[in-house]
């Protein structure tokens, strides 16, 4: 068991380091093709299109041993909320200020 998590665990970073270099050539290509923030906007719309699943079937089984699922009011309560709309907000001026220097 533990070596069967550990495979995936291992196989997870490969596609993670496959995808951040393949990313970079993309990068370079589409920020001479469009504006800086059309490139952001598509950037964040497909990271939150590849997140979406995950976080559904997450919420589904619950984030672990005693957290709550959708059914008894989902993993992510209204307290998280400003916590989350600050984190955003703040990924969102960092792109954005990186693209006016």
């Known amino acids: 068991m533990m070596r069967k998590r550990r495979l995936w665990a291992d196989l ?17 290509t589409a920020a001479a093709e469009v504006q800086a923030y059309v490139f952001n906007g ?23 041993s005693g957290q709550p699922n959708l059914k008894s009011g989902g993993v992510m309560t209204r307290k998280y909320l400003p916590g989350v709309l600050l984190a955003g907000l703040l990924l969102a001026s960092g792109a954005a200020s990186n693209r006016l220097a």
């Open 42 to 64: 598509i950037r964040f719309l497909v990271g939150a299109l590849v997140i979406l699943p995950f976080a559904s079937i997450r919420a589904r089984r619950g984030a672990g």
């Open 12 to 28: 997870a970073l490969l596609l993670t380091a496959f995808i951040w270099g393949v990313a970079f050539v993309v990068q370079r």
